[in-house]
């Protein structure tokens, strides 16, 4: 029974870092291939000469959300995070430029490049709305490390990692949607890419919820 519950306990840890990763599988390999479109002078079209008129944002963003999403899984580890603290904060001192970077970027191709029909309207509502809350996020974590308040640290961290997964989260409503019902119209395409920011951000503060409770100080007598 001891046995059992000491090697359950360290593989229930690395579950969630696990799905995170999975998560973010689909927009990193949809990433590298854009990456690889444009350091290999791909043909130019209408889908994508937007990239090629600008490219170092393009491929800013690719590479930091990339980071910021694949090196960021592993912060969730809470035995990482007690044994092997220095790594926790190092890996920090790479995510929080890279989730930075990341918002940065997607907000400026979001204001300068000239968007496909189908990326007004609405999207661009949403793409400024999530990335100005992970900036937001980000910067409000990192001050709150500096006067070393760990709660809310990890509080705005999880909002604004939550933010930056919306891409992998997008993927599975789009999913999802074509599975169940077809091809989704433009208004639904909008929603649904909508869809992927708020489920996160909703589970993110559930997960702080729940944590702020099991940090509550049991009452006196029980």
Request: charged fraction near 15%; avoid cysteine.
């Amino acid at each position: 029974m001891t046995y059992q519950s000491t090697t359950r306990a360290p593989r229930a840890g690395w579950l969630l870092p696990t799905g995170l990763i999975v998560l973010s599988v689909i927009p990193v390999l949809a990433g590298a291939i854009r990456v690889t479109e444009l350091t290999a002078g791909a043909e130019i079209t209408p889908a994508n000469e937007r990239f090629f008129a600008a490219p170092v944002p393009v491929v800013l963003h690719i590479v930091s959300a990339s980071a910021f999403s694949v090196l960021g899984a592993f912060q969730f580890a809470p035995r990482l995070r007690r044994r092997r603290p220095g790594l926790h904060r190092a890996a920090g001192r790479i995510l929080v430029p890279a989730g930075l970077l990341a918002a940065l970027s997607g907000l400026w191709m979001t204001l300068f490049h000239t968007l496909p029909v189908g990326d007004e309207g609405l999207l661009t509502v949403f793409r400024l709305g999530f990335g100005t809350a992970m900036v937001v996020s980000l910067a409000l974590g990192l001050a709150a490390i500096r006067r070393r308040d760990i709660a809310r640290h990890r509080a705005w961290m999880t909002r604004g990692y939550a933010i930056g997964m919306g891409a992998g989260m997008q993927a599975v409503t789009h999913a999802l949607w074509l599975a169940a019902v077809g091809t989704p119209g433009q208004l639904t395409r909008q929603l649904l890419l909508g869809a992927g920011w708020a489920i996160n951000l909703a589970v993110a503060e559930w997960a702080i919820r729940r944590s702020r409770r099991g940090r509550r100080p049991a009452p006196v007598g029980a």
